[in-house]
């Protein structure tokens, strides 16, 4: 599997606004932001390149855990009482470009429905 730049990210060998983290889960402010809060939510894992290699024998207590950290980002950040989007790209059509799965986080303004 390539090396990503998230994988450098865990391992803190390249800097990254962290917000969240626990033994399992990272979180870090987007270098990017397409938001007023715009975070990305990561296993440590690296084996998962995207939702379609989830299955739900061997990743549902990792999956639990991306959403507790999801709503407990949203607090911190100010975002859950608000409202907020989480979004999972998965393949070239979603536009993904790093494959490491993540959760992108997005609040702190009104979002537009449909996504481009
Ligand atoms: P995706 O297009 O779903 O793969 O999302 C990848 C996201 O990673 C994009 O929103 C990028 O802005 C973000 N990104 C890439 N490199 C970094 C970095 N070094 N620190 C924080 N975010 C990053």
Do not use: C, Y
């Not at 990272?26 to 299955?55: G, M, Y």
């Not at 907020?84 to 986080?105: T, W, Y």
Request: hydrophobic letters at 40%.
């Amino acid at each position: 599997m390539a090396e990503t730049i998230f994988a450098k990210i865990i391992r803190k060998e390249i800097p990254a606004n962290i917000v969240f983290e626990n033994d399992t889960v990272l979180a870090f402010k987007d270098i990017n932001p397409q938001a007023p809060v715009h975070i990305l939510i990561i296993p440590k894992t690296t084996e998962i390149e995207s939702a379609r290699d989830l299955k739900s024998e061997n990743h549902s207590k990792l999956l639990g855990d991306l959403f507790d950290v999801a709503n407990e980002v949203a607090k911190k950040m100010g975002v859950f009482e608000s409202g907020f989007r989480l979004v999972l790209n998965s393949g070239a059509d979603s536009g993904q470009e790093v494959p490491h799965i993540h959760l992108h986080l997005l609040g702190g303004r009104k979002l537009t429905w449909p996504p481009g």
